[in-house]
């Protein structure tokens, strides 16, 4: 069969990609740029990659038609705070209208759970979508999900994140509203055996694990699972704002994502039914036994996809591409180099930059940056990275996003995401026996001047240590 995947880039997509390969099927992946899009050479066969933007009705001309099914997992809440409801609408209708014109079987789409009578915007968003896509001739299968725990997910993140650092939470009132979590495995297999099954077209279901629990259960869960004690209590004065840019300075999320997720998180979020498990023979597994899974595979290093490596997580537009360049002209520039005892050492050290290595010299500097960053509304240096040696082209490294990363060439260019008055590259390079380390800043006006020259005396000893440190 020939799959049509959309949102391939993202936490879902990438996860469901190596199932339905497994299952025999050849994938379309859609995704708005090629480079930021990376898989195993083995999945080369049964994969072809197309370039879409779903805000595009003509860049969906490169969709097949000889499609069997659709996969729609794309959402636009990132895009802005103000309109994504718009957007999200304006692409459902673009797809329904190609695929109308395909020989599609089935649309499959995952959405959240709207079963309560007052929705955030969010979750009307997401009701909207799954009304657009009914009016369509092709069959529509809605999966509606609340919480989904597994490594690298944006709820699963914050959670961890909000557990790992503060022993004591005061927190929103909303920690009391309850949630049905289902485990990112079983969002897998209800996705995968919907698909082209005739039982399930024209109709909408919940999917959740077996546990109902509010917010605040999940957080002391989570607690417990770490072996750590924590104490949390709630007030009722504190408003969503206040609850959105508490999330943003604790969690690594963004504040576009915590406002959605704020939002959302006042609504209960529970199945009303579970007939979905007996049709397609699923058992959801506990609350508890996500978390240990997902625990698991971060212990492992054995994260497939996160949402950090998202646009969503950063202040990244437009394609890699646009970036891959680093300019010479009317720039500032730090470079230097030194000659490198062992190659193999060194690309590993580049590799593993960032994150919880930290930058190898001046980390405390490092995070003060990130601090100031997140003061001014940037996205700091929580973001971490999703692997602790691997790096592709469109992921992050703390508030760097990798626009080029080849190592085999030794060769790895990363442009800064923290809010600059201008734009700043990170470039490390080896030729022969030779790694060259540059340090690019191309000012915007005077601010973007007086910017440089006041980093400039941190410049000597953070960079110079940093280079040393890779090659020894």
Request: with cysteine; charged share 25%; net charge positive.
């Amino acid at each position: 069969m020939k799959i049509l995947l959309t949102g391939a880039t993202g936490y879902i997509g990438k996860r469901i990609l190596p199932f339905l390969i497994g299952q025999g099927h050849d994938v379309v992946c859609c995704v708005r740029d090629k480079n930021r899009f990376y898989y195993p050479e083995k999945f080369k066969e049964s994969i072809k990659v197309i370039e879409v933007d779903f805000l595009n009705r003509e860049s969906l001309a490169g969709i097949p038609d000889d499609i069997d099914a659709a996969y729609y997992l794309i959402h636009s809440m990132s895009s802005s705070v103000v309109n994504y409801d718009e957007l999200e609408s304006l692409s459902a209708n673009y797809f329904i209208e190609k695929i109308n014109k395909t020989n599609a079987r089935q649309i499959i789409y995952l959405s959240g759970i709207v079963n309560d009578k007052s929705l955030s915007k969010h979750l009307s968003s997401r009701k909207a979508v799954e009304e657009i896509l009914k009016t369509g001739t092709t069959p529509t299968t809605t999966l509606r999900a609340g919480i989904i725990v597994g490594s690298g997910s944006a709820s699963f993140e914050i959670i961890r994140d909000l557990v790992n650092k503060l022993p004591v939470m005061i927190t929103p009132k909303w920690l009391n509203t309850k949630c049905q979590p289902i485990a990112v495995n079983d969002v897998l297999e209800f996705l995968t055996k919907s698909l082209l099954n005739p039982k399930t077209y024209n109709q909408s279901f919940d999917i959740g694990g077996p546990d109902i629990l509010t917010y605040k259960e999940m957080l002391l869960q989570f607690a417990k699972a770490k072996k750590l004690k924590r104490y949390i209590y709630t007030i009722p004065v504190m408003t969503p704002k206040l609850s959105s840019y508490w999330l943003y300075f604790v969690t690594s999320t963004s504040y576009k994502l915590a406002s959605a997720l704020v939002s959302s998180m006042k609504v209960e979020v529970v199945c009303n039914d579970n007939r979905i498990n007996t049709l397609l023979r699923v058992i959801p597994i506990s609350y508890h036994q996500a978390l240990d899974r997902a625990l698991i595979k971060i212990d492992k290093d054995d994260i497939v996809s996160s949402w950090k490596d998202s646009l969503i997580s950063g202040q990244f537009k437009g394609n890699v591409a646009n970036y891959l360049k680093v300019p010479k002209k009317d720039c500032f520039i730090d470079r230097r180099k030194r000659e490198i005892i062992n190659r193999q050492f060194t690309i590993e050290k580049i590799w593993s930059i960032g994150g919880d290595t930290g930058w190898y010299y001046g980390d405390w500097l490092w995070n003060l940056r990130g601090f100031i960053d997140k003061v001014f509304g940037g996205v700091g240096a929580r973001r971490g990275r999703t692997h602790k040696n691997e790096i592709h082209p469109g992921d992050v490294l703390d508030f760097w996003r990798v626009v080029y990363a080849n190592k085999e060439e030794g060769k790895l260019i990363l442009y800064a995401e923290m809010k600059l008055p201008g734009d700043a590259w990170l470039e490390f390079k080896i030729i022969n026996n030779t790694l060259y380390q540059a340090a690019t800043f191309k000012p915007k006006g005077i601010l973007g001047k007086m910017y440089w020259y006041s980093v400039l005396p941190f410049h000597g000893f953070i960079f110079n240590g940093m280079i040393k440190k890779l090659i020894r």
